[in-house]
């Protein structure tokens, strides 16, 4: 993965899009306004079978309008052109859809269809679609080939003007996608797949070429979305089930085809930022306490166990990795709810965590995590994805299913204490001399059977560490009266630069309290 410019990204994805209507070569539901192709058979089948097919032949690269021209489509001259919203597809159904232009951060073309029965018909472009003025440098693009880039899903009509209302699905920039979680608001995306990001050698973006649209019967019931992935490596055929809730349920089936042997193949990823948080920061490196869309990543392994994995900013390349065998799920997600732990208007306070569940037997894998470095919240620097461990050489056929749940927290939270927060400082006890190579850990935990010890009940942390030594090891109420919320305090004196593993939970006698804490802690050079 390679850290992009994700503020112009972001604000390219949210600012507010116009919408509009279809021909009566198509479903009902949909109005008068678009252009559209001749009508060709379409079926999953069909797309599953296009997939495979292509991954046997070499790969070529989708049309992309003229670069000159739309690298000059920055984010001003991006955020110019709006979609008209009387040509919106399925204006007068139940999730409207608008398509998104060619730009500077994604040059390429995007077929769409929409689909009627057992049949299809392309939506051809045209620039009367967009607010295309005679002075835009858009203007000098044709109709062909297309300048559609991705498309974002509204809320129905009768919650207002497609101008004023966020979307609630986009899909825009190779295989990206997001959606709003329960709070209303953006942030982390997911991906289609993922290629060895963090290797360090420039990273393989796979994108989406071709989408097809099924219109949601009720506001109850999912748009469906076909999609074709195509790059070097791979090919693919995918289907969405968007379906819009309290936040987005996303049903998705992935049908992957690598054209070579790849060094390690993510499924489901997702991606995110993390800059800083209370756990540590350079001093005045910002004004703001925290600056992040995740804080952590969230896992819960087949055997049970459950994880919590803070995140963290390092100086350079991090990949963990953590075996498993059917995993009930994993997520990245945003636990700090505290808007003064932020102080920031873009509401980081608010962003969704997004959760993976399998859905049927994934098998052998890991989960990996991989962190890169970064000086500044533009960047996308976090991903968390699944690697199966069954090989996928050139010809292997991946098939995987997944639901991801867009939501303020996790889908099916644990009964046990949560970790709440980490927070590092230099070792040693007040009043006396910091000894050189020894840092302080305090990890808080809240909830679960925490709020029910008995008076006078002392909770036990169990400690491990891939190398060093403890001390000062003790637990304590947090002093803020709050029931069940308690914290580990320790000592780690270690030597050398290289990594360290650390684990944490809390238990009484045989009784586990809490989730497991897991953290890379990486000494001082």
């Not at 296009?50 to 920055?74: C, F, N």
Request: glycine share 10%; charged share 20%.
């Amino acid at each position: 993965m390679t850290a992009f410019d994700r503020r112009a990204f972001l604000h390219l994805m949210l600012a507010a899009a116009t919408a509009r209507t279809i021909g009566a070569a198509v479903p009902a539901t949909a109005a008068t306004g678009l252009e559209f192709g001749p009508a060709e058979p379409f079926s999953y089948d069909w797309l599953k079978a296009h997939a495979r097919g292509l991954s046997a032949q070499p790969y070529r690269e989708p049309p992309r309008p003229d670069p000159a021209i739309v690298s000059k489509i920055d984010y001003d001259a991006h955020g110019k052109l709006r979609f008209r919203k009387e040509y919106a597809l399925y204006r007068e159904g139940a999730f409207p859809v608008s398509f998104q232009h060619v730009g500077m951060f994604f040059p390429n073309t995007v077929r769409m269809h929409a689909i009627d029965g057992e049949s299809a018909r392309e939506v051809l472009y045209d620039p009367t679609y967009f607010t295309v003025g005679q002075d835009h440098v858009a203007a000098g693009l044709g109709q062909e080939p297309s300048a559609f880039a991705g498309f974002w899903v509204h809320e129905p009509a009768r919650k207002g003007d497609l101008d004023k209302v966020e979307p609630w699905a986009t899909f825009l920039g190779a295989s990206y996608f997001r959606g709003v979680g329960e709070l209303g608001q953006v942030g982390m995306s997911a991906r289609g797949i993922a290629l060895a990001p963090g290797s360090g050698g420039p990273e393989e973006f796979p994108g989406f070429v071709a989408y097809w649209f099924e219109p949601a019967a009720s506001e109850d019931a999912p748009v469906t979305v076909y999609a074709l992935l195509d790059g070097p490596s791979v090919c693919g055929a995918y289907r969405f089930l968007l379906r819009r809730t309290s936040g987005v349920v996303m049903d998705i089936e992935a049908n992957v085809h690598p054209r070579r042997t790849i060094e390690r193949l993510g499924l489901a990823p997702l991606t995110s930022m993390y800059w800083f948080s209370e756990t540590a920061k350079s001093t005045m490196v910002d004004w703001r306490p925290e600056v992040h869309d995740s804080d952590g990543l969230a896992i819960w392994t087949g055997a049970g166990e459950r994880i919590w994995r803070p995140l963290n900013n390092p100086e350079r390349i991090a990949i963990s990795s953590f075996v498993d065998e059917r995993p009930h799920g994993f997520g990245l997600s945003q636990r700090d709810r505290n808007f003064d732990h932020y102080q920031d208007g873009v509401k980081y306070d608010k962003r969704p965590s997004v959760w993976v569940e399998p859905q049927g037997d994934w098998g052998r894998g890991v989960v990996q995590l991989i962190e890169l470095p970064t000086d500044d919240e533009i960047h996308d620097n976090i991903c968390a994805m699944w690697i199966p461990e069954a090989p996928h050489g050139a010809g292997s056929h991946i098939q995987i299913a997944y639901r991801l749940h867009w939501l303020a927290d996790e889908p099916y939270p644990s009964a046990l204490g949560r970790c709440v927060a980490t927070r590092l400082g230099n070792g040693g006890q007040p009043g006396q001399p910091r000894p050189q190579g020894v840092r302080k850990f305090m990890v808080e935990f809240l909830g679960g059977p925490l709020t029910d010890l008995p008076h006078g009940t002392l909770p036990e942390p169990v400690l491990s560490s891939s190398r060093g030594k403890f001390s000062y090891i003790f637990t304590e109420a947090v002093p803020d009266d709050v029931p069940g919320h308690w914290r580990a305090q320790f000592d780690l004196t270690v030597e050398g630069a290289a990594p360290v593993e650390l684990r944490c939970y809390l238990r009484n006698g045989d009784t586990i309290l809490t989730e497991t804490w897991l953290y890379q802690y990486r000494p001082p050079a």
